[in-house]
């Protein structure tokens, strides 16, 4: 059964702060993607990233896809409110429809 | 486009009762997911559709859980009969080709 693992599980911090939030499996992944969900809301499509060693940005947002294909990270810089939020990652194997999704980061934004 | 359209958004039933969840997927769209949400479990994938004929439904917990997708505009989720642990929020799902996926706003499903 392939799992995505990711850490912290859950995170508050001030604004303005930096943060990073991980996304870890054994298994390898054809393309991963990253998605914000907001209470009462479904999850909303941040990034996909296909290409082991990828970075992409989203203004204050970089993502990165492990050289492996088997891991994910998210960095916020100076983090704001409105970044509040759970973060979910999944991932689709090679050949493959069915999106694996994580286990989740709730992140909280003080002001 | 309204984006996916998920109904009803809260529902509240007795466990025995029959339970209809409904989606009207993005127009255009051939892949259509059924997801369930709990804290326990988080996101999980019931059954996904390509070209309205059902592909996978390893997901869907047991008999109780039926779905349709009769066109390529309209799905249903269906339990019967429902349960106290089948409270969760459902989530319909639609993409093209299996790409990227736009969820709708969710059914909030509290059997008591």
């Known amino acids: 059964t392939q799992l995505l693992e990711q850490s912290p599980q859950f995170l508050s911090i001030q604004e303005g702060e930096n943060l990073t939030v991980y996304c870890n499996s054994s298994s390898v992944f054809s393309s991963l993607q990253w998605y914000r969900q907001e209470p009462g809301e479904g999850p909303v499509l941040l990034v996909t990233v296909v290409t082991g060693g990828e970075v992409k940005k989203l203004k204050r947002l970089t993502f990165q896809f492990g050289d492996a294909r088997k891991d994910s990270s998210l960095h916020i810089t100076a983090a704001q409110t409105g970044d509040t939020g759970l973060y979910l990652c999944?991932?689709?194997?090679?050949?493959?429809?069915?999106?694996?999704f994580g286990t989740g980061t709730r992140l909280k934004v003080l002001a | 486009d309204a984006g996916v359209i998920q109904s009803p958004r809260h529902e509240v039933t007795e466990m025995g009762q029959e339970v209809t969840l409904r989606c009207k997927p993005i127009s255009g769209h051939n892949s259509l997911f059924w997801y369930r949400q709990t804290m326990m479990r988080g996101l999980e994938l019931l059954i996904y559709?390509?070209?309205?004929?059902?592909?996978?439904d390893s997901g869907m917990p047991e008999d109780r859980f039926s779905a349709k997708m009769p066109n390529a505009s309209f799905s249903t989720l269906k339990i019967q009969p429902s349960e106290p642990r089948d409270s969760a929020v459902y989530f319909c799902?639609?993409?093209?080709?299996?790409?990227?996926?736009?969820f709708g706003p969710g059914t909030r499903l509290t059997v008591t």
């Open positions: 559709f390509n070209n309205n004929v059902p592909i996978d």
């Open positions: 799902a639609s993409s093209f080709n299996s790409d990227e996926q736009y």
């Open positions: 999944a991932g689709v194997a090679s050949g493959t429809y069915k999106y694996i």
